[in-house]
Every structure is written in structure tokens, then in C-alpha cells.
């Protein structure tokens, strides 16, 4: 194993900004070795689990991530039903391009029963990153306690400390399972949460996608029309660019100088009228609790998207 390896469990719904965070940790694991992934593991949020086990199956066989064992998790939230998001990704969950099929089969495995045994069988700690909700790794935590030594960190894609995109003050990977948040963020793993404070500011422009089309590979003709997707929905919606949400989560482990890191102590809200799901940040030591979650809070863009491109450059 490389010497700054990071091993990594990538577990996530896809949904165009997962698969686009897998393209980035793939393109990794090809060229410095640096994203060790260990495991691929899907559950139910932006769609069905259904179609998110089929999208990683696809997306998985698309680049390349084919030797490591691919396991489907929760099909819904641990208490509640799932709320899924087809308005933002399309019926599929990853509607725009065709894809391949699968050319690789699940590994007889649960999410959690994967996770465990990456966890039990690493002589390293291993990092979970988590891009959809929550779910899996909570009820990793509830199932194996004992390994929870194991989990060097939780990269997670969700929340915010200024503001929700599904509710006020919701994001919707939180929104989806608030009590599989809560559980993650009081588990004493060391959390970095990617939220909306950075993650609507890592923006894909035009002129981005423009790069990655000029390139006219197999795995960026997909990867473009997935952004034109991604990007065309958020412009109708207000936003200037496309939001790379998910790949904050592995790029901020590959490339932590971009982006400001504050430490807050966090906690969720799984009730409340208004606020369900909100992550709710003490920026002012209100609580004096010690702080819980590293809060990625801002990005150097250009280079944010400097190293997307690049990422999605290696697949020839
Ligand atoms: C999150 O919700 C999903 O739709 C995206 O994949 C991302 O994980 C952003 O709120
Ligand atoms: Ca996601």
C-alpha cells in the first residue's frame, strides 16, 4: 500500500454528483494510489435502492472499479419512509447518457456486513465516505460498535451550517434520515462535513463542461452530458453553475488546502416543525461542547475544478 494511502469505503445513492465523486476517487486509485477503495456499498436516497444498487453497478463497471466488492445497503431511512429526489436526477437517478450495463454482480454481502468486514480485515483505519443519506453507516454503528475504532473518519456530503436546499433548513441527505445523522454525528467518529456552505460553491461552469467535452472519451462524453444534466436543472433553479456536491466529499480527503475547515460542535434535529433535518452548528461556543464535526465551509473553485477535470483526463 502507497504510504499516504487514504483506505476508503465509498458508499452513496447515485445520483450525478456521487457518480461523478466515485469518477474522482477511481481516477486516484489508477494513478497516485492515494483513494484506497476498499468497497463500494449503495442505498436508497436520490431514488430507490433498487436503482441505486443498478446506477453503482453501472457506473462502477463504467470506470473501471470492478475488483473491489460491491454490496446493496437500506432501502429506506431507519425510522421513516424514503423521500426520494427524482425531480433532480430523473426517474433513473441518472438520467442523460446511456450507460453500460452492469458487468459486475453484488458480492453476496449487505451494505453493513461489507462495511464490517472491510473494517474487521483492515490493518490500517478506513475512511467512510458517505454521499447520500446516512443510513448504512448508522446502521454500521448500531450493528458493530466494536469497530467503530476502525472508522478513521466519516467524509460525509450533507447539511450545512447556514442554510438547507430541501427545506430552509434542510439539506436533503440529512432530511432523508435525520436519525442516522444524528447517530453519525454523536458516534465520536471524527466527522468532515461537506455542506452546502462549500459544496454550492464548487461550481461547474459551461466553460467547464466545454473541457471535459473537448476530450471526447468514453468516460468524459459521459461525465459531460452528466454535468449538462446536472447543470441545466440548477440553472433553471437559480444557481449559476452546477453544485459538484458529492465530490467535495472525496476532494476535500485529496486535496484538503483548497478548502477553509472549521471545528464546530454540530447536532441534528430529528424533530421540530420546521428544522427537521437542519445540522445545527454552535458557531458561537453557546454549549462550550467540544467540537464533533470538521465544517468544510469555503473552496478554492478554480482549482476544485482544475483537479475534476484532470481526474476525469485519466480515463482514456
Ligand atoms: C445531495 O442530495 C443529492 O441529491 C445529491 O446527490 C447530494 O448528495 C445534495 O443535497
Ligand atoms: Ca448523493
Known sequence: MQKNAIPMILDGDPGHDDAIAWVVAQASRLTDGICDIRAVTAVGGNVSLKKTTYNMLRVCT????????????AAHPLMRELMSAPSVHGESGLDGPALPEPGV???GLSAVELMAKVL???????TIVSTGPLT?????????????????RISLMGGGVAY???????????????????IVFKSGVPVVMSGLDVTEKAL???EDVERIKSFHTRVGDI?????????????????????MHDPCAVMVLLHPELFTIREY?????TGGEYCRGATIADVRHITQNPPNVSAVMDLDREKFVDHLIRAVEVYR
Open 105 to 107: 454482480s453484488l458480492c
Open 265 to 269: 460542535y454540530i447536532e441534528v434535529e
Open 204 to 206: 461547474i461552469l459551461k
Open 120 to 126: 474487521r480485515e483492515s490493518a490500517e483505519k478506513v
Open 164 to 182: 438547507g436546499n430541501w427545506t430552509p433548513a434542510a439539506e436533503f441527505n440529512i432530511l432523508v434520515d435525520p436519525e442516522a445523522a444524528d
Open 136 to 152: 448504512n453507516t448508522a446502521a454500521l454503528l448500531i450493528a458493530h460498535p466494536e469497530l467503530k475504532e476502525k472508522i478513521e
Open 62 to 73: 463504467l470506470i473501471g472499479l470492478t475488483d473491489v466488492p460491491l454490496a446493496a445497503g
Open 223 to 243: 461525465v459531460w452530458q452528466w454535468l449538462e444534466f446536472f447543470y441545466q436543472f440548477h440553472r433553471k433553479i437559480g444557481y449559476a453553475g452546477a453544485p
